[in-house]
């Protein structure tokens, strides 16, 4: 069950590994962040996401 969970978490990082290290870059600059911000980056990756796995697809 632990080694699932860690398994879990390991692939989300990887997952959302754009929109953490844009972050990191923000925080970075501001040194602090709010909410709103950590879920315009999110919004931005998943757009992105969203967007290249459509790419040359006309059907999607």
């Not at 699932?4 to 972050?23: F, G, I, K, M, T």
């Amino acid at each position: 069950m632990v080694r699932q969970a860690e398994e879990r978490a390991v692939d989300l990082l990887r997952e959302h590994r754009p929109a953490l290290d844009s972050l990191a870059e923000l925080l970075t600059a501001r040194e602090t962040v709010d909410g709103s911000v950590v879920l315009d980056v999110l919004q931005q990756q998943q757009r992105s996401d969203q967007e290249a796995s459509t790419d040359g697809d006309p059907t999607r």
